[in-house]
């Protein structure tokens, strides 16, 4: 079990070496010196725009200059990617989101406009979300062994919901049915606010969902947590174990972080990556996001290409498992 201060990397990574930048600094001028723009391809109130408006706030101290959150939510991603592309190419407009602008919605969405390796330079992780598995008291199975064992036990008979097809809980569940072999039935609704509401009357019996949408539910002894998507246990549920336990490699938990435009001079992505990393360890910022089920993260450009690589490659062994195709 690793707590929050252990998911942070090494303070070492604050050296301009340890983010793996050249030491470039902007013509003439220091840097920021005007407001920065944060974009984000979804509406308000999601982990994305949580977690943008939570740095956003905190940057605006340190730099001195404001930080800006723009909602651009539209067109799956493209609306923000075309917002980016119009920008100056300068330092002072960034996107915040989650890997499924380049990981989901590339392999079921045939013309989207942009591209990750092409369009994008990462900066740095900023937090993690894991979606717990979920399960209606009347389910007779206290442990994720319990579940998989009751699923293979009576297959086909247990069902699950997800907020829609093609979404990181729909796509979890079939990575994790792929991997283990259960026979489920899928029950798709229109986000969690259809999906949770189910999982309470009991018209599905298992759903995966963000922490904050069930932990009235938990404490109220109307759902039962069984196992979380991400690699390592979250600090906000230390006794939920994770799947990976079961399936080795196993890390589907949804990621935000910060990236720039292609072009972006290598000084201001450094500078925002080195803030990033500090406000990702105030005690308040920390505080703010376990409040909202969230791990903060650290870790420069390299750290977060590894991250939408690796996410990218799980996540597409998931959309073929769940026989979508792109349309």
């Not at 793996?20 to 979804?42: D, E, W």
């Not at 939570?54 to 959150?69: C, D, I, K, N, P």
Request: no cysteine; net charge positive.
């Amino acid at each position: 079990m690793q707590s929050r201060r252990t998911l942070l990397l090494s303070g070492a990574l604050l050296a301009t070496g340890a983010l793996g930048l050249p030491a470039t600094s902007l013509a003439q001028g220091a840097y920021p010196s005007k407001p920065i723009r944060f974009i984000v391809p979804y509406a308000a109130g999601g982990f994305p725009d949580t977690v943008a408006r939570v740095f956003a706030q905190r940057l605006t101290e340190r730099l001195g200059q404001s930080v800006v959150v723009d909602n651009k939510p539209g067109a799956n991603g493209v609306v923000a990617a075309q917002a980016m592309a119009n920008a100056p190419k300068d330092g002072y407009t960034f996107l915040v989101t989650d890997g499924s602008m380049f990981s989901i919605n590339p392999a079921i969405y045939k013309n989207l406009g942009y591209d990750y390796k092409r369009d994008f330079m990462p900066v740095a992780l900023a937090a993690r979300a894991s979606l717990y598995l979920a399960a209606h008291p009347k389910v007779p199975a206290n442990t994720l062994q319990e579940f998989v064992a009751l699923a293979k036990a009576k297959p086909g008979t247990l069902n699950y919901g997800s907020s829609g097809v093609g979404s990181t809980h729909h796509l979890t569940m079939e990575a994790m049915k792929a991997a283990l072999g259960l026979d489920l039935t899928h029950v798709p609704f229109k986000g969690t606010g259809q999906s949770v509401p189910a999982l309470i009357g009991g018209q599905v019996d298992v759903l995966f969902s963000a922490l904050p949408s069930l932990t009235g539910f938990v404490k109220n002894g109307q759902v039962k947590l069984l196992a979380n998507n991400a690699a390592q246990r979250s600090s906000q549920e230390p006794n939920v174990p994770v799947i990976a336990d079961l399936i080795p490699g196993f890390d589907l938990a949804p990621i935000v972080g910060v990236l720039a435009s292609t072009g972006t001079p290598a000084a201001a992505i450094e500078r925002i990556a080195a803030e990033m990393a500090l406000v990702a360890r105030l005690p308040e910022v920390m505080q703010t996001f376990s409040n909202a089920g969230i791990d903060p993260l650290v870790g420069g450009p390299a750290d977060y290409n590894r991250a939408i690589l690796g996410e990218n490659e799980r996540l597409a062994k998931a959309i073929t498992a769940a026989g979508i195709k792109p349309d």
